[in-house]
Nanobody, 123 residues
Framework: QLQLVESGGGLVQAGGSLRLSCAASGRTFSSYGMGWFRQSPGKEREFVATISWSGGRTGYADSVKGRFTISRDNTKKTVSLQMNSLKPEDTAVYYC????????????????WGQGTQVTVSS
C-alpha cells in the first residue's frame, strides 16, 4: 500500500514556473508507475503526465507537452512535475497517482491517489 502527499502548488503569473512534488510512503514505490492528473472546477479530472516504474519512459498530454517534465527518484520515493511556461488554463488541483499498470493515461490505471495541491496561474 502507498500513501501519497503532494506539495509545491501555489499562485504564479502566466509564463512562470512551479515544481510539484509527490512523496510516497510504502516499501514498494519503485514497483509502481506514477502519474499526474489535474481537475479544474466543473471539469473532469484529466491526465497530465506519466512515468514508468524505472523512470525510463514518460508520456504527456498534448496540452502540456514541451512545457512540463515528469521525473522520479526511487531512492527518495518521490515523483516531481516541473511546470514551465504556465498558462491560466493550467489552473487546477493537481493529483499524484500510483498504479501497477505502467504508463497509463487513464484514471482507472491508478490505485493510489494523493489529496491534491492547488495550482493557480494568473493572467
Amino acid at each position: 500500500q502507498l500513501q501519497l502527499v503532494e506539495s509545491g502548488g501555489g499562485l504564479v503569473q502566466a509564463g512562470g514556473s512551479l515544481r510539484l512534488s509527490c512523496a510516497a510512503s510504502g516499501r514498494t514505490f519503485s514497483s509502481y508507475g506514477m502519474g499526474w492528473f489535474r481537475q479544474s472546477p466543473g471539469k473532469e479530472r484529466e491526465f497530465v503526465a506519466t512515468i514508468s516504474w524505472s523512470g525510463g519512459r514518460t508520456g504527456y498530454a498534448d496540452s502540456v507537452k514541451g512545457r512540463f517534465t515528469i521525473s522520479r527518484d526511487n531512492t527518495k520515493k518521490t515523483v516531481s512535475l516541473q511546470m514551465n511556461s504556465l498558462k491560466p488554463e493550467d489552473t487546477a488541483v493537481y493529483y499524484c497517482a500510483a498504479g501497477l499498470i505502467d504508463g497509463s493515461i487513464w484514471m482507472n490505471g491508478y490505485t493510489y491517489w494523493g489529496q491534491g495541491t492547488q495550482v493557480t496561474v494568473s493572467s
